[in-house]
């Protein structure tokens, strides 16, 4: 994949549909408007740090990937490590409709892949309440926190389906990696799925978003530091962190 192109194009032409191709392994999609400040930060800002995860990460990895929006992280992922086995938690329905469609258009997506449309939580509900953007076009900031974002204008009630429940369904035991990026929701993931399971996970990457004194960057530090975890967080913006969490060994 080129990301000059992006740069290119985004000056050139700003508000056309961009296509791009990945390597090593060969996965395209393309990336609408609405979503260039997320392909930015996942492709060109690298927020996950691709190569050093990759670098800890089996051949096979089984992934959950919480919040995958139009399947960006997925398709990088995969663009890198062919074998892996991905678990795709999406709430809005525009963004799993564009992840079909390169399910669609590229079979290593389709195989890997597994898209699942269900907003994800810790204490165990059948829907959850989502403020979203009113618009039909891809959503990036919808959250299940009142507030969380000024546009989020619009309520909608998505079925949910708990953290605890995902893992007791997993194929394996372990999990290589947790991926969340979920707006807010990570609170309430993190501190009401019970620590055992947590513990099943070796590596998570997880955005978290300072919301109040008992929501933010420190909490979520501290606590997975007690049930085992190294962390590093480097800051997104002024109220977002990219953090990673490794299992000690």
């Known amino acids: 994949m080129n990301p000059f192109e992006y740069l290119i194009d985004k000056v050139r032409d700003r508000g056309r549909t961009l296509h791009f191709v990945t390597r090593p392994n060969k996965l395209g999609f393309d ?35 919480i ?38 258009s590229n079979f290593k997506f389709g195989e890997s892949v597994i898209i699942k ?10 829907m959850l309440r ?29 079925p949910a389906v708990s953290l605890s429940e995902i893992m007791e369904k997993m194929p394996k035991l372990s999990i290589d990696l947790l991926k969340m990026d979920c707006e807010g929701s990570e609170y309430d993931i993190i501190f009401n799925t019970p620590a055992e399971l947590i513990q099943r996970i070796e590596t998570m990457l997880i955005e978290v978003h300072n919301i109040d004194e008992q929501r933010n960057i420190e909490t979520v530090s501290r606590y997975l530091g007690t049930l085992g975890y190294d962390t590093v967080s480097v800051p997104i913006n002024g109220f977002c962190y990219a953090m990673e969490a490794y299992k000690r060994k």
């Open 130 to 158: 989502i403020y979203a953007q009113d618009t039909d076009k891809n959503q990036v900031v919808a959250s299940s926190v009142e507030g969380f974002n000024a546009d989020n204008v619009k309520e909608l009630l998505i």
């Open 31 to 65: 990336v609408p408007e609405s979503l260039y400040l997320v392909f930015k930060e996942i492709f060109m800002s690298d927020v996950y740090n691709i190569n050093s995860l990759v670098g800890i990460l089996p051949d096979d990895p089984l992934v959950i990937d």
């Open 67 to 104: 919040g995958a929006n139009a399947g960006f992280f997925d398709i990088l992922l995969l663009s890198k490590i062919k074998n892996a086995q991905i678990y795709a938690y999406e709430p809005m329905a525009s963004n799993v409709d564009r992840m079909r469609s390169v399910a669609s």
């Open 117 to 126: 449309p269900f907003a994800v939580t810790g204490t165990p509900c059948e």
